[in-house]
Every structure is written in C-alpha cells, then in structure tokens.
C-alpha cells in the first residue's frame, strides 16, 4: 500500500546495490517502493502537525492540510487513515478519497465510503497492516472481503481481485506468483515510461528505470536507454547529493551485472594500473533462458545509521545503529519475531560477514 502509477496493475519497486537481485525480492515485501499505484504526486511525507483522529461514521473528516494518502493495494483505490508520522496503529476506519475507473474497487467502493474492517471482522490493531494481510489472502480467493460505511448504512461486500496464487518457499525465485507479478508490473511500468508525458522526480524515476532493468526483458531495452540518457544528462542544483545517489545506482546498474554479460564485455580487474574491486552483482542471463537461478552470496545495505543483510532465509537489520535483530523471512515476512537473544551464533555469524563488506566497500555508517 504506498504509491505511483496506475492502481490495479503496477508494483514497482526500490532498491539500492546490487538492485538487480534486490529489486526482484522488494516486489513482494512492504519496504522499497512504489507498489499498485496510482496516477498521483509522490505523497511520502505527512505534514508535521498532529492531526485529529476523526471518526468518519459520526460526520469526520479528513484534516485539512494532511497530504498522505495510502494506495490500497491492488484495489486500485486510495484512502486515508488517521497516522502519527506515519504510525497508523491507532487508526481503525479508512476513508475512501479515489477510485480508479476500470479497477477491481469500481462499482464496489466510492469516494466517501469509509471500510470499517476486512474479512467480517472491524480493524482492531492497524488498518494498513490489516488491509496488507487481507490482500494477500485475496490474491489467493481473487475475494476482499471489507466492511463498508456508506451513507450511515454498514454492510459487507466484496471486491473481485485478480487471482495470482500463492507464494512459494523460494520466493520470489522459482516462484509463479512472483513472476506473473513482475510481468505484469512491468508491462504497465514501461507503457507508463513510454508516455511521451512521462514526468516523475528524480528518485521515483531512477527507481522506476530500475524495476524495469530487473526485469531483464530485452524489449524494454529502449525505454531503458532513453531513461539512461536522460540519467546521464542529470543536474542537480546545490549539494542534492541524494538524488545523484539513486541516479548512479540505476547508470551502474545498467552498464555493470547483467549488461556487461549480455554484451560479452569483460568486467576489468585494473583501471591505470591500479586494481579495482571485483563486480560484486550476479548476472540473470540464466533467467532470461529460462533456467533456474540461485544466489549464494548475502545482499548487503546501508543507509546512514541504518544497516542490513540478507542471506538465504535470514534477514539482520539494524535500524538508527541499534542491535542486530535477527529474522527468519520465510516464517516471517513482516519482520514481527525477533529471534536475535534465541540465536546469537547466527547474528555473530552474519554481523562478521557484514563488517567484512562494510569494510570492503569502506562503509561508512553515520548518527542520522
């Protein structure tokens, strides 16, 4: 549930080093990115003032000012729900602001109505991780059952989703669910990059170029060379050092893993005589042959004080430069049990291999 183009039929994604193995497992986890959006600004921050916490079905509104929306999934509707900096734990109805003509809420849902619970049951912790939650299930049944409040009326209803399956073990690789994901996230992303009125902010738009690499379809190859130029030719004014980061992530991206192999090129080992670090990212030539893919080396991050690893199953995060926590992503996607004090040989085993690339890639981890 977060943002960008069209509602019903677009997850794109975010990412950062070695985003062509990162892309493909952010499609399926609420972190990165732009997912089922829809044709909006980029809403990422709410205003800093506290907002009230309004019931709806008693003549509520939604705060004057507020500027952040929520994208419920693939419904292709937009809502809003009461958030402290972005908290939504104390929230318990979601107020209908836009539905998308054409999309599976249309003829369901209306601006005004308020969905009050989902599965027959009201909202009783956290509406966005609720609603997340029930989508999932729905992508199973093709079935979203809510709760909605229309015009002092409660009633249950359904919105028809379409079906995808479930996850497999290995997702998102070998996994059907994940790649009909992909494609067709895809599809709708480059149609919307073709759009001769194509306009996004820096950020957006380089993570956009990037979904579209991961895909590793060939036919997209023009749209990314002209996202490539337009890469190139970036001008910031001022110290906006943030922007030309996510810019020389996607221009790496597109010349280095997957480009260098397609093209035959050979990664150097020495640039004027002095050694250079090894190519870190892995090809997906065997995807586009359709074999099977597998990577052994853990994916790495860092983000000012934040830090984190991936390798196999297991996820070690570290928010705002605290303790390791410890996940098992396959029991666990949402990240909800820490079992870091229950497996401290495996945070030692995975923290070294952390430092070691901290220290490869000289790191450098700050207090923000």
Known sequence: MFTSPPAHKLKSIHGRSYVIQ????????GVVGLLFAHPAPLLWAAGSDKVSNPDFTKGGK????VSHFWNLGATGARGWMYSDKLCTIDARQIAITQVAKGSPADGVLAVGDVILGVGGRPFSYDPRTEFGKALTLADASGKLSLIRWRAGKQSNVVVKMPVLGT????????CPKSKRILESGCEALAKRIADPKYRMGTIP???????????GNRKYFPILKKEAQWASEFKAKGMATWFYGYVNIFLSEYVMATCVDLSGAKYPETYKGNKIIPMAG???RPLFKGKAFSRENPIYFNLSSHRAMRKGKWKLVSARGGPWELYDMRT?????????AELPDKVKELSTLYDAWSDQCSVTTTNR
């Open 282 to 284: 892995k090809s997906l």
């Open 62 to 65: 939604v705060p004057a000012g």
């Open 205 to 215: 738009r380089s993570l956009n170029a990037l979904a579209l690499l991961a895909s």
């Open 332 to 340: 666990d996607r949402t990240e909800l049990n820490n079992l870091a």
């Open 167 to 174: 996850y497999s073990a290995t997702a998102p690789f070998n």
């Open 22 to 29: 990162k892309i493909k497992r952010l499609l399926f986890i």
